[in-house]
């Protein structure tokens, strides 16, 4: 009877508390590590992830360069080849009749958001300083919608910069470099040559360096004016999609639609990806390694009790307990451990995480970027009682396998 | 009279020993066991004696011949069966008690009860009262199992050999640690489950003189039976 065995085993358990604690003090620490660690390293990857899409969509559509290729090729080896120098044509990057490809876009159910964008590289000058950076020609309202622009805004607003051509909104760094504020003129040339006054609509402060210092938003007709393009001239449209990590399978679907190349933010941002997953795996091993220690307390814990224990497991075979029987018994037993720990093991990982969450970091971080994941608690839970149950396993083979006539004939 | 029913036939039993050399411990060993017998085996340390009985008990399975229990050969059974063959058929008694010390009494007399599942806890617990009852130890039922003295630890352990009301209780010296009036005691309790419960008692033991009263023993020398003693005619 499957009760009897359990029996056994909760009393085993109580009458040797100080061993149970022991053993549930270990998988405690284990499980707590194991979820604070990798909490931490999701909550950072999300942090970076979000810094990533303040600046960037999940997906890119513009016109990729193109080689060209030669007018005729050789057919044979006996044919003499036309020696020809392949490079990029010098074809207009714009995309055609972009406000279709923009409505058609939006119509797709899995795209959230979508904005068409012109940018050109600006000099914004006072006097004699000179600021080099990038202006970004777009629909400002449908832009901040997508990329929360006005939250960053720390002087004028979003909204006085639509309809009017000869408005600017621009990082706070070139406006402290250049001692601009609202409503000053600012005197912007591109590298085309061409040079506007623009009134300052706007500051806006992302905590990012480099976007603070360099970008400013404009009208696209604004732009387009800088570039010298006519009035459909447009080289990206970006959109967002529900969930980044299926912007892959997206900007597949995407590609169906349109004949520009799309491209999803993780080949775009393949480097941070990459060093994301690397964190990721660091975390994870170091962690997972923690767990493993832990386990070996329950493994010897386990070990010592059938080793003092040798005598009754003797006795229970011979009276009619099987192997099985022995098995379940111990491993029951180092169940109750693990629970005990893991749950204990969450609470201490909780509080851990709740400590942190509650550190200031500073600059654009601020307080430390880490929240409760149900995932991460969960697949905690599992972990620590699978490696439990492991741990117990072996021991408790050991005990299936004593031969119980050798006990009795000492 | 009784009738003669065969509970236990064991067949050319023969055993090595192979550590520290090869060493024949039971040469060709045959013999039979009857229902309500208390066959005692006696023989001088070295003879072979509990080595016959671990076979007998099924938990010594590297053994050559045939041994049946109650009409059941028991070599071709895997070993979970032969866990529920022990369970329900044999009782056990050791020279040391085995009593799990974390239980009481009454729980370690119930363990094998509650094994087997035949009954339901509440009727196991009245069974296990009434073998404690037997064995005088009622008052004693939900003492922990440590607290008790050494006659007493071996009487709770008879009780649990009995619980299952086993067709044999198999001994290894079960006297060897009492004094004379526990030795008389569990004596007087062996001879009684005999006569009444139609029970089979084989013992191995050297004290003589509780072979002696015995109804029959079987002697060893040196893995061989030398001689078969009746002590009593309660056998046709």
């Not at chain 1, 070990?303 to 111990?330: C, E, M, P, R, W």
């Amino acid at each position: 009877m499957k009760n009897t065995n359990l029996e056994i085993a909760f009393t085993h358990i109580i009458t040797r508390k100080r061993q149970t604690l022991v053993a549930a003090l270990g998988v405690l620490v284990g499980v707590g590590i194991y979820l604070f660690m990798n909490s931490l390293s999701a909550g950072f990857s999300d942090f970076s992830r979000d810094e990533i899409f303040k600046n960037s969509a999940h997906i890119k559509i513009f016109k990729d360069d193109q080689i060209s290729v030669p007018f005729y090729q050789s057919k044979d080896k006996n044919e003499l080849a036309i020696i020809n120098n392949p490079q990029i044509l010098a074809e207009n990057k714009t995309l055609l009749n972009p406000s279709v490809l923009l409505k058609n876009v939006l119509n797709e159910p899995y795209i959230t958001n979508a904005v068409m964008q012109v940018d050109f590289s600006a000099f914004y000058n006072k006097g004699t300083a000179q600021v080099k950076g990038t202006s970004n020609g777009v629909d400002i309202l449908a832009y901040s919608d997508m990329y929360n622009t006005a939250k960053y805004m720390v002087a004028g607003s979003i909204n006085d910069l639509p309809g009017n051509l000869n408005g600017i909104i621009i990082g706070s760094g070139i406006a402290s470099k250049l001692s601009l504020g609202l409503n000053d003129n600012l005197v912007v040339s591109s590298s085309l040559g061409i040079t506007k006054t623009m009134k300052i609509v706007g500051i806006f402060k992302t905590g990012s360096s480099t976007s603070d210092n360099q970008r400013s938003f404009v009208n696209i007709a604004t732009a387009q004016q800088f570039l010298k393009q006519n009035p459909s001239y447009v080289s990206t449209v970006f959109a967002n999609t529900p969930d980044p990590d299926k912007s892959k399978d997206f900007a597949k679907r995407l590609q169906q639609i349109t004949a520009y190349k799309v491209e999803d933010w993780t080949v775009t941002n393949a480097d941070l990806v990459a060093g994301d997953k690397t964190r990721s795996t660091m975390m994870g091993a170091i962690s997972l390694s923690i767990l493993l220690v832990a386990s070996f307390g329950i493994y010897n814990i386990l070990s010592a009790t059938i080793s003092q224990k040798i005598n009754d497991i003797a006795i229970l075979k011979a009276i009619g307990f099987t192997g099985g029987d022995v098995i379940k018994i111990f491993v029951v037993e180092a169940l109750i451990m693990g629970i005990i720990g893991t749950i204990a093991g969450l609470i201490f990982g909780g509080i851990l995480i709740f400590i942190m969450q509650n550190v200031y970091m500073g600059g654009p971080v601020g307080y430390f970027p880490i929240t409760f994941e149900p995932q991460i608690f969960a697949t905690s839970a599992v972990l620590g009682i699978l490696i439990t149950l492991c741990a117990g396993y072996f021991p408790a083979k050991k005990a299936a396998n004593v031969d119980p006539v050798s006990i009795f004939r000492k | 009279m009784k009738e003669k029913n065969i509970i236990l036939q064991a067949n050319n039993i023969e055993k090595y020993f192979y550590d520290p050399v090869k060493f024949q411990v039971l040469r060709r060993l045959s013999f039979t066991s009857y229902q309500g017998e208390f066959l005692t085996l006696v023989g001088k340390s070295g003879s072979g004696k509990s080595t016959l009985l671990y076979c007998l008990s099924t938990m010594d399975t590297d053994y050559s011949g045939e041994i049946f229990i109650d009409g059941v050969k028991t070599n071709n059974l895997k070993s979970d069966q032969l866990a529920n063959l022990r369970n329900h058929s044999i009782g056990f008694v050791f020279q040391f008690h085995y009593l799990l010390p974390e239980f009481s009494c009454l729980k370690n007399v119930m363990i094998p009860a509650m094994k087997l599942g035949k009954y339901n806890l509440k009727e196991i617990e009245e069974r296990a009262y009434q073998k404690l009852e037997i064995l005088g130890l009622k008052d004693q039922a939900l003492k922990p199992a440590s607290k008790l003295s050494g006659g007493q630890q071996q009487r709770v352990s008879i009780a649990r050999a009995l619980i299952n009301d086993p067709k044999i209780i198999m001994c290894d010296e079960p006297t060897g640690n009492l004094d004379t009036k526990n030795t008389q005691i569990v004596f007087d309790i062996f001879k009684q489950l005999t006569q009444q419960g139609n029970q089979t008692i084989i013992a191995v033991t050297h004290d003589v003189d509780f072979a002696k009263r015995s109804d029959r023993t079987i002697e060893l020398t040196d893995g061989e039976i030398t001689a078969t003693t009746k002590n009593f005619e309660v056998l046709l």
